[in-house]
């Protein structure tokens, strides 16, 4: 059954990041979270708050009837297709998969790393900041092609990945989130429905 197959894997999956027990906050987030109802998990830090998150918004995208893999997506769709603006422009989907804001670059690769090891069936996709993309810049070596053409050419890329009818987990900053949702609003591409949304150190996000 879906069910026991779901429970195995993140079983499997918790055990892999060294926890063989969950606390009694990350059981009753568990249950929460899986009710729908909004849930504040406040501890010290290394209690585990985000990994209770985490788990409980896994086990709810995994249950969702709406998930299509990407070979689903793909399928009979030619590349010409996928990067015209006719697949480009997608319809809103219906609310499925989780979006986690988080307010520094290790959080995001240590959410990214957790949902990889917890759950290896999910789609998870993280952004990049603009430095990053900056960064790229500097190797290419183009007369034709300037630092400022491969910063936004990244931009674009980075935004076209953050597809919410192929995504399970979207992991970002919350600035580049406000670029990407502004980015798709004016292409009228504003596809991302998430079902859950998980605010990560909600006190420094704030700051």
């Not at 063989?20 to 990350?26: E, G, I, K, P, S």
């Not at 409980?56 to 009837?65: I, P, Q, Y």
């Not at 007369?143 to 009818?165: A, D, L, P, T, Y």
Request: charged content about 20%.
């Amino acid at each position: 059954m879906r069910e026991v197959h779901i429970i195995l894997m993140l079983a499997k999956g918790i055990q892999k990041l060294g926890i063989n027990n969950l606390t009694d906050f990350q059981h009753k987030a568990l249950s929460l979270i899986l009710e729908g109802k909004n849930t504040l998990i406040a501890g010290e830090s290394g209690s585990g708050k985000s990994l209770g998150a985490l788990i409980g918004a896994s086990e709810s995208v995994l249950r969702e009837d709406v998930r299509k893999p990407i070979e689903n997506y793909l399928k009979d769709r030619s590349s010409e297709f996928l990067f015209s603006s006719q697949g480009y422009h997608q319809k809103i989907p219906q609310a499925h998969g989780t979006l986690v804001v988080v307010p520094t670059r290790e959080l995001m690769l240590q959410t990214y790393t957790n949902l990889r090891t917890l759950a290896p069936e999910l789609n998870v996709h993280r952004t990049s900041s603009m430095s990053d993309i900056a960064g790229v810049a500097k190797y290419f070596n183009n007369e034709r092609v300037s630092s400022e053409m491969i910063r936004k050419q990244g931009f674009v890329n980075m935004v076209n990945s953050f597809n919410w009818n192929l995504l399970d987990f979207g992991i970002s900053s919350p600035k580049v989130l406000n670029d990407i949702i502004t980015h798709k609003e004016a292409m009228k591409a504003m596809e991302i429905n998430p079902k859950i949304i998980i605010l990560e150190e909600c006190d420094l996000l704030l700051q």
